[in-house]
């Protein structure tokens, strides 16, 4: 089963307010996409890598993978303006004998090895996709224009993370159609109809949004 990695880092990471795209932020001394790279070279569940990198940080990101000795990285291209854009510039690049592809957000840089097992396991049972979960913990309301609208039972929701892994053919079908508001890979698996299974998340794999959260992640590393 060859098992390829799509690490999404494209974005621009405003929030972050750094001089530099987020995945280039520094965490720990290095790029905060390093962390992300390394993992998924070290993981012998993966066997190739692609990265969407920001538009005009291609080559960066090949250095960095060769500073990393990331021997399974085999291609950074261009992201797109959006997320599903990125994703679909990445998969451009995956073989058409490719098994399975996973989807990784570089700005969740602390990917632990058995996320990516748990992941992949409900594929080899028929699962259309795959994603790992946190349950909430907070009351979550629906508010309009400042007024609480309603109170959501939160037994029901779930917030979703990356890696999200797919049979590489129906990511591929997901990805051919409409992209408008996906904010992640299963969410356009689910709209073409697929069956997506959820595994538990971990809270580690926070994504870095804010400096706060660059903070919190640089104290578990
Ligand atoms: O912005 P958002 O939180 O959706 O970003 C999630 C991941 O998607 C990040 O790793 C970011 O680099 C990536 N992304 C991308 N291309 C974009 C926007 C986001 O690769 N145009």
Redesign the pocket.
């Known amino acids: 089963m060859s098992v390829w990695a799509l690490l ?4 621009a ?1 405003e929030r972050l307010g750094a001089d530099r795209p ?2 280039f932020a520094n965490l720990g001394g290095r790029p905060l996409l390093a962390e992300s790279i390394e993992r998924l070279d070290r993981s012998d569940w993966i066997d190739a890598i692609v990265v ?1 990198a920001p538009p005009g940080w291609e080559e960066p990101v090949i250095l960095l993978a060769e500073e990393l000795i990331a021997s399974k990285v085999v291609a950074a291209v261009p ?5 599903a ?2 994703v679909q510039a990445a998969l451009a690049e995956v073989p058409a004998d490719a098994v399975v592809v996973l989807v990784h ?4 840089p602390l990917l632990d090895d058995a996320v990516i097992e748990r992941v992949l396991g409900p594929l080899t049972e028929g699962a259309d996709g795959v994603v790992p979960v946190l349950g909430v913990s907070d009351t979550i309301k629906r508010v309009r224009d400042g007024v609480v609208e309603a109170t959501v039972d939160r037994g029901e929701l779930v917030a979703a993370q990356t890696p999200q892994a797919f049979p590489a053919d129906t990511l591929r079908r997901a990805l051919a159609g409409d992209l408008e508001g996906a ?1 992640d890979c299963a969410s356009l698996v689910e709209r073409a109809g697929g069956r997506v299974r959820v595994v538990e998340g971990d809270p580690r794999l926070l ?1 870095v ?1 804010t400096r706060a959260d660059l903070e919190l992640v640089e104290s578990w590393l």
Not at 8 to 11: E, I, Q
Not at 79 to 83: A, N, P, Q, V, W
Not at 105 to 108: C, F
């Open positions: 999404v880092a494209a974005g990471g987020k995945a969407a992201g797109g303006s959006t997320r854009e990125s957000d570089a700005a969740r904010t994504k949004t």
